[in-house]
């Protein structure tokens, strides 16, 4: 029978530096994780060079039923304290839009870092090897800590004080998202708030959209939101025209917040005032209105947008000079705010995150320890969402060291 203090389910961001900050506070760790590699989300993310925090995280940068949960851990382990961590590993990064940074070399080097700093605790890994059952036992015999459990796993029965989990998400089940810590929530009765994807391209009826799929590849920036009043959320960022839908950062961000069934609003050229501009234009141009608002968007998007006219009651085939006032002011209406409602999304295929998660409700958000004694959930198992940019994984910090200095603490 193997004994540990913590065992850790899960070799992902959270799991690997919750793992390195409680060996080092002088706990016997141990981690599991079914699949043979660690990390592989930090891996993959930032086209392989990691975006591993935000110099400006706070906790209106996430979602949750109860969203003040995260402020007490991230106010705890800030961007600055990773940061810090980087620079003792000599991790050479940059930042870049809104405050995202990235490794400058490979995201391998933050891997190698959160390896390193649990081989300097202590601790002890086993992969690939997976969990079977894991059982409460009412009274610890070990001494170690106020609760104890059994871990039935791949390599043997492990009796520990306490659990964590940090298995992640549904998204991309390619690198091994399972439901693995829903089902452990659950065998304790402790509720899940519904998953979902997040961050996630956005999908259009296929005959609708066939007009805009032609445009597949394009991007530019654009004001997206949804939602009515206090549910009301925007973004200002760039589009990306897909095949099936839209995606690019604006609606990856927006895609969070939006509700089945509901529609988005998008301003095509926000920081133009188009009623304006095309008014000037009647009086002062002879172009055709398409080659007058390729100035102001893509010409691709321009060509098509007006071709569309007829389908919305319009004639915007003609040269600015000769169309009507109404005309122009419909189609500036039409370019700064277009509604659409997605049929649904990509998807967890494609979705970097996954909504929802283990209920705040029934965590500690000083400890992330749940009602279950000795049972803790840290990440992105946890129904706490960053936005697009860095801020899931200074989560996935924050969450594990409030957790690992709580174990550390309980122990004393």
């Known amino acids: 029978m193997h004994s540990f203090d913590v065992v850790i389910v899960g070799a992902g961001a959270a799991g690997l530096f919750c793992a390195g900050v409680a060996g080092q506070l002088g706990l016997k760790v141990l981690v599991l994780d079914h699949s043979e590699k660690v990390a592989e989300k930090i891996r993959i993310s930032g086209g392989g060079r990691s975006n591993f925090t935000n110099v400006d995280v706070t906790a209106a940068n996430f979602l949750s039923e109860n969203p003040r949960f995260a402020k007490s851990a991230l106010s705890r382990y800030t961007p600055a304290d990773f940061i810090s961590l980087v620079k003792k590993h000599n991790i050479a990064f940059h930042e870049k839009h809104k405050g995202q940074l990235f490794c400058d070399r490979s995201a391998e080097d933050l891997i190698a870092m959160l390896l390193a700093e649990c081989t300097a605790g202590g601790v002890e890994r086993w992969q690939p090897c997976s969990v079977k059952n894991i059982r409460f036992l009412a009274s610890n015999p070990y001494g170690v800590c106020t609760s104890s459990y059994e871990i039935e796993s791949d390599r043997g029965a492990i009796h520990c004080g306490a659990v964590v989990i940090a298995t992640g998400g549904l998204s991309i089940p390619k690198i091994g998202a399972t439901d693995f810590g829903y089902r452990v929530a659950k065998q304790f009765d402790l509720p899940v708030v519904t998953p979902r994807p997040a961050l996630v391209p956005l999908t259009f009826d296929e005959g609708a959209w066939a007009p805009f799929s032609q445009l597949s590849g394009l991007s530019l920036p654009v004001d997206i939101a949804t939602g009515a009043k206090k549910a009301s959320m925007a973004f200002r960022e760039d589009l990306l025209f897909t095949h099936r839908g839209l995606s690019g950062p604006g609606v990856l961000q927006i895609s969070s917040y939006w509700a089945e069934g509901t529609t988005i609003r998008l301003n095509l050229a926000p920081t133009t005032d188009l009623a304006r501009h095309l008014t000037e234009a009647k009086a002062n141009s002879r172009k055709r209105i398409a080659n007058e608002l390729a100035g102001l968007v893509p010409s691709r998007l321009a060509d098509t947008w007006v071709e569309q006219?007829?389908?919305?009651?319009?004639?915007?085939?003609?040269?600015?000079?000769?169309?009507?006032?109404?005309?122009?002011?419909?189609?500036?209406?039409?370019?700064?705010?277009?509604?659409?409602?997605?049929?649904?999304?990509?998807?967890?295929?494609?979705?970097?995150?996954?909504?929802?998660?283990?209920?705040?409700?029934?965590?500690?958000?000083?400890?992330?320890?749940?009602?279950?004694?000795?049972?803790?959930?840290?990440?992105?198992?946890?129904?706490?969402?960053?936005?697009?940019?860095g801020y899931n994984f200074q989560w996935a910090w924050a969450s594990a060291f409030a957790c690992a200095k709580a174990l550390a603490e309980r122990r004393q």
């Open 309 to 389: 006219g007829k389908t919305w009651g319009h004639d915007w085939q003609r040269p600015v000079n000769e169309a009507s006032d109404k005309a122009l002011n419909a189609l500036a209406e039409h370019l700064s705010r277009w509604e659409l409602t997605p049929t649904g999304t990509e998807g967890y295929r494609k979705a970097e995150v996954t909504a929802g998660g283990v209920d705040t409700k029934v965590l500690s958000s000083q400890t992330l320890e749940s009602r279950q004694p000795g049972l803790f959930f840290i990440g992105e198992v946890v129904d706490v969402t960053g936005w697009l940019g």
